[in-house]
């Protein structure tokens, strides 16, 4: 099965620094890898997602990129703001046609991630 | 749109009772639900994926004799941990995605905090 490994576990920047996190997984077919914020005892929270089709998405302040090749993918977080402090899921799946119906999600071990004033 | 609502929002129970869990999709008919459970500070570990009107499919590692899934509605899945023993105590997230939808999406309820005394 897929396996999603994700690095860093915790990360503290000063407000106003970019905050970069990273995944890398292992199956050639997955082909959608949203990324998740969670704060404590709350919902994950999706904030930016991409599909294999594509290498970079932004929204904002918020980038993700995905080199298919490598199987790696990456969460870019710029002028940090202490509400971004939380803990960051980084996610992949494939497509229901692939595995019969179900569009399972594989995450990431998380990254908590803390801005500093 | 895609709200997904999950019922208790926290339970305590004894050691050797059963707890059920709901979970709904308010707006949207569900083809499929996911059922994660979360440790402190760990991630989302799924535990199995319910399709409407036919049985769950149990990840590795997961009793379907203990944690028994009924997803008997388009709107409606159902959890319960038969025979709670204090190590099942967790945060239980349910998650459902859309028929037809591409992206595979999936949308978070928020959460049942389960703690067995």
């Known amino acids: 099965g897929e396996n999603v490994e994700q690095h860093p576990s915790t990360l503290s920047v000063q407000e106003g620094d970019s905050a970069v996190i990273k995944c890398t997984y292992s199956d050639s077919a997955s082909n959608y890898f949203p990324w998740y914020k969670q704060e404590l005892g709350k919902r994950p929270q999706l904030i930016i997602d991409?599909?294999?089709?594509?290498g970079e998405k932004k929204d904002q302040r918020i980038a993700v990129t995905l080199n298919k090749t490598a199987k790696h993918f990456s969460l870019h977080i710029t002028e940090t703001q202490p509400e971004d402090s939380a803990v960051y899921f980084c996610a992949a799946s494939m497509s229901p046609m692939l595995t019969g119906g179900g569009n399972k999600l594989t995450f990431g071990t998380g990254t908590q991630l803390k801005v500093e004033l | 749109g895609a709200v997904v609502s999950q019922h208790p929002s926290r339970v305590i129970c004894k050691s050797g009772t059963s707890v059920k869990i709901e979970c709904r999709s308010l707006?949207?008919?569900?083809?499929?639900m996911f059922w994660y459970r979360q440790f402190p500070k760990q991630s989302l570990m799924l535990m199995a994926t319910s399709n409407e009107g036919s049985k769950a499919t149990y990840e590795q590692g997961v009793e379907k004799d203990k944690f028994l899934i009924n997803h008997a509605s388009l709107t409606l899945s159902t959890l319960t941990v038969t025979s709670a023993h204090p190590e099942d105590s967790s945060f239980y997230i349910c998650?459902?995605?859309?028929?037809?939808?591409?992206?595979?999406?999936?949308?978070f309820g928020p959460g049942t905090r389960l703690t067995v005394l």
């Open positions: 707006d949207f008919q569900a083809t499929t």
């Open positions: 998650s459902a995605s859309l028929r037809g939808d591409p992206r595979n999406e999936q949308f």
């Open positions: 991409i599909r294999s089709n594509v």
